[in-house]
């Protein structure tokens, strides 16, 4: 069985600030947003589109992702606990790359849904 993602954790949550990445690139492709609902959940930022597997810890969210970065696959992982202010702080990795910690605030889901990831055949697609 599953273990369900504790309320606290649960829900959306707009990306605000990375220690690694310029923070005014965050939302290139709308609203920087990670969800972690247990179920379909989804990470927008910068030009990353990804699908997010999350599971509850002893200390908080810890998660993995899968997607592409502009039109390149890639992946990683992650985690977050709840700060005292009731934002999300975690760090987001990239599998053989960069890693950075991140600030996220409580959101909404959003009204139009989370673009899927593209494939790398769709950056050929774009430019015929």
Same mark, same amino acid.
């Given at each position: 069985?599953?273990? &369900? =993602?504790?309320s606290?954790y649960r829900? *959306? *949550?707009?990306?605000?600030?990375t220690s690694?990445w310029v ?6 492709? @709308?609203?920087? &947003?990670?969800?972690?609902? @247990?179920t379909g ?7 990353? #589109?990804?699908?997010?597997?999350? %599971?509850?810890? %002893?200390?908080? /969210?810890?998660?993995?992702w ?13 985690? /977050?606990?709840l700060? %005292?202010?009731?934002? #999300?702080?975690?760090? =987001? ?9 991140? =600030?996220?605030?409580?959101? /909404? ?5 989370i ?7 769709? %950056? *050929?697609r774009?430019?015929?």
């Open positions: 069985m599953q273990e &369900l =993602i504790p606290e829900g *959306w *949550w707009r990306i605000v600030e690694q923070n005014d690139g965050l939302d290139d492709l @709308g609203p920087a &947003l990670i969800s972690l609902t @247990g959940d989804r990470l927008r930022m910068h030009t990353l #589109l990804a699908y997010v597997d999350c %599971k509850a810890t %002893k200390s908080g /969210v810890s998660f993995t899968e997607g592409a970065w502009e039109f390149d696959q890639t992946s990683g992982s992650g985690r /977050v606990t700060g %005292k202010d009731g934002r #999300l702080r975690g760090v =987001i990795r990239i599998k053989d790359g960069d890693a950075s910690r991140f =600030i996220a605030e409580r959101s /909404v889901e959003p009204d139009e849904p673009q899927q990831p593209p494939s790398y055949r769709d %950056k *050929w774009k430019r015929w």
